[in-house]
């Protein structure tokens, strides 16, 4: 099979994250079965304009605004109807390929923006993206389209799109699970984690906020911030650990590597991750932290209730505030026989969260086709 997969970042794009080590695992696995592979994408700074990676080829064009027209004019001219099948993937803005592709398309969504529009881009096109996401997405909704969660397949849904032409797949990722619970030692102290970007639309002021009032219960509580950031709100947080009256026991630990060994010790030590997005696929650091024996306690948002159980596998909040998160973070740490069942639960559910899995349902989608 040849298969064309449409996207403006790559695995090697300096702002890939969780959708793209998706791509980058399903598109390795495809390329090892003997498939014929191209991703066309975007160039960066230093970019090569093409390379071979994982066994599939990568060709950019384009830069992070001009790539959604320049693949649609490389396409034409070197790529029409070569494939089998080709795979748009939507990350903010849609190629629209339907109206150039000659070949049997799908659509692939992780989430939808909405509300991330205004924490994404600056005024008046966060504006503008969100009056015009209903619209594109009308004029994509006959579509068939493959997502990863079903909170996504249920916004699609409520745009428009059948739910009998949605296939969701499974999440994977990329560490190993332990092997037993017991082959890891906590921190000492209770230890809240904040683990990715700090961004706005991460919420991690939230975060320290629903941290400083847990630790009334809790004195020993603190919290290790792991994760790279710039502009205002990043400068915002430095502000607020810096001024909090219990800074000495938040520790920031700057940015850490995808699969460095400092984010999987920080990941099997701390007692609770924290994760309060506005607005997630599917929450892939929760299914991460699990598969290293330490449970999450995360905001009520699409993804995120897909990768949390509520009181199975961690805990997820009544009201999306520092006083709901804190709520959970000490009903989670006040009950030790509870937190190990719920602990040992997402560590079981995490095991089968894979790669693998998700390549296999992928390729039942498209061969229902």
Not at 47 to 75: F, L, M, Q
Not at 157 to 179: C, M, N, Q, T, W
Not at 332 to 344: F, G, N, T, V
Request: with cysteine.
């Amino acid at each position: 099979m040849k298969l064309l997969w449409l996207s403006w970042k790559d695995i090697k794009n300096p702002l890939a994250g969780g959708a793209e080590v998706v791509t980058d695992n399903l598109l390795t696995r495809l390329s090892r079965d003997g498939n014929e592979i191209i991703l066309l994408t975007s160039g960066y700074i230093n970019a090569k304009p093409e390379e071979t990676i994982n066994g599939y080829k990568i060709i950019r064009v384009g830069g992070r605004w001009s790539v959604y027209y320049a693949v649609c004019k490389y396409y034409k001219a070197n790529l029409l109807g070569w494939a089998d099948i080709a795979i748009e993937e939507i990350n903010t803005i849609p190629f629209f390929s339907q109206y150039y592709l000659k070949e049997k398309s799908f659509l692939f969504f992780h989430q939808l923006c909405r509300q991330i529009w205004f924490f994404q881009m600056f005024f008046p096109l966060s504006a503008v993206g969100y009056l015009l996401e209903p619209i594109y997405l009308w004029l994509l909704h006959k579509n068939k389209v493959i997502t990863i969660s079903e909170s996504t397949k249920n916004d699609l849904a409520r745009y428009g799109f059948k739910k009998d032409s949605i296939g969701v797949i499974s999440e994977g990722i990329v560490l190993e699970p332990l092997e037993s619970l017991s082959s890891v030692k906590k921190y000492d102290k209770l230890t809240l984690l904040s683990l990715g970007a700090i961004r706005e639309m991460k919420r991690t002021d939230l975060q320290i906020k629903a941290f400083e009032l847990a630790k009334e219960k809790f004195p020993e509580l603190q919290i290790k911030i792991a994760g790279g950031g710039k502009g205002k709100y990043f400068d915002k947080v430095m502000s607020l650990i810096q001024n909090s009256e219990y800074k000495n026991d938040i520790e920031y630990l700057g940015p850490v590597g995808m699969l460095s060994e400092e984010k999987i010790r920080l990941l099997q030590k701390s007692h609770l991750i924290l994760v309060t997005s506005i607005k997630e696929g599917w929450g892939l650091i929760v299914t991460e932290a699990n598969s290293q024996g330490t449970p999450a306690a995360v905001y009520n948002i699409d993804g995120l209730r897909d990768s949390t159980k509520d009181g199975i596998t961690g805990w997820v909040t009544d009201k999306n505030s520092p006083e709901g998160l804190a709520e959970k973070i000490i009903e989670a740490l006040s009950d030790p026989k509870k937190y190990e069942k719920i602990r040992s639960a997402g560590w079981d559910w995490s095991k089968g969260i894979t790669f693998d899995q998700s390549y296999k349902d992928f390729l039942n989608i498209i061969k229902k086709r």
